[in-house]
């Protein structure tokens, strides 16, 4: 039976957790008795809203707002909220459907969701996007809270906006509570939370390299695509490691980095993309040794490693192609879902380690859900132990996708699986106990 058939992102991930798990299911009578893959595969609810706000000169626009709230099997529901013009009820869907394997995955007690709105804030002057905000947050507020679902950042929300999403939350709520992640630091934030996607996506990459080939990261070079919060920090990690950073890329275009990129460099960017929110085709006048072209991608780059870290769909089968005649040897999703189904069949067809997204980038509701620990203890973190917190459960993920048998056959270890088995069973094991809930 195929429900909502033009929602292509929520199949695409269903049908790939699918070919891991059913296997897992027939294997367990508990799982089928207790039916719970149809009942995983449909979202507990989803809120559906309109957000009307106001621009700079007075004129009224009409958005939509969502929050998926998918399972609460192991706890509130938590996800990230995007704003993109993209946005609609299928990529939630999809989106809150990888949430539940990769929340899992953290070992934390959290459930999964995700939400956002089709509003556009590049270009929006700082009042609009506040009074956007607060609108959205106006719809939103009465179905989340600390104990009940927590969002977060992602596309398009950052620390700006996560401010007015939480002041507004605080006013309508009459209360301050953990109710939103990814807080500016005194706002009852946690060090770290900008930088944690990026940097466990590149733990994750070195825990893999390690246990498969028993390799390190320094010397190699990496191509690296977006030039957001995943993409920026990935690359600041790569380049504490010693590897070499060759692109980073946004919605204009490809930046070519054939030295490689050093902290100094690495900062200049970060001026322009986040203090400046201006574009990568800016770089060029003021970094040596790099070079924009529009519209680019990095996947025609030769590279030993590829960061995937903008956005969904970006590397399909001739990019992969193109990487694996170019020599890459390890895949690692920063963003959600950046390769497409035939992409990934390429990758696990060879000796390339491939390491999804579910397991890769979960090291930022990871610090997330140590926000929230945060925030109910009353007690601030210091930066070394969220860090030090990090690292051991970026070792743990992995550890959980190989505890699984993975094996492939050419002696590598199949990680999709891995994750996906590892996380599923987590939340079935609950489902079944919570009885039909
Ligand atoms: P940001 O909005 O900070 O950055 C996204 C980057 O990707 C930007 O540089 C943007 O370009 C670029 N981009 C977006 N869409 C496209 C496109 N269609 N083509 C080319 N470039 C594009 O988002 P995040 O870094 O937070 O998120 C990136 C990915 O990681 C998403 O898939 C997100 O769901 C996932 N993720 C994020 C987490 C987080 O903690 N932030 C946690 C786990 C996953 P431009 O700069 O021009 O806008």
Known sequence: RSVDPHQSEFHQAVKEVLESVVPVVHAHDEYRRAKVLPRLLEPDRIVRFRVTWEDDEGEVHVHRGWRVQHTNALGPYKGGLQLHPTVNEGVLKFLAFEQTFKNALTGLPLGAGKGGSDFDPKGRSDREVM???????????????????????????????????????????????????????????????????????????????????????????????????????????????????????????????????????????????????????DVPAVLDGTEFVPEGKPWGEACDFAFPCATQNELDEGDAKALLENGVRMVVEGANMPCTQGAIARFRDSEVIFAPGKAANAGGVAVSGLEMAQNAGKNPWSRERTEEELETIMQEIHDRCVEEPTAKTDGGVDYLRGANVAGFRRVADSMVASGLV
């Open 131 to 281: 009074r956007f905000c607060q609108a959205f947050m106006t719809q939103l507020w009465r179905y989340i809270g600390a104990d009940t679902d927590v969002p977060a950042g992602d596309i398009g929300v950052g620390a700006r906006e996560i401010g007015y999403l939480f002041g507004q939350y605080k006013r309508l709520a009459g209360q301050w509570s953990g109710a939103m992640t990814g807080k500016a630091m005194g706002m009852g934030g946690i060090p770290m939370r900008t930088e944690a996607t990026g940097y466990g996506a590149v733990l994750f990459g070195s825990h893999a390299l390690k246990h498969v080939r028993d390799e390190t990261l320094a010397g190699k070079r990496a191509a690296v695509s977006g030039a957001g919060n995943v993409a920026l920090y990935a690359a600041e990690k790569l380049i504490a490691r010693e590897a070499k950073v060759i692109t980073l890329s946004d919605s204009d275009g490809l930046l070519r980095i054939p030295g490689g990129l050093d902290p100094a460099g690495w900062e200049a960017i970060r001026e322009i993309k986040v203090d400046r929110r201006g574009s990568l085709s």
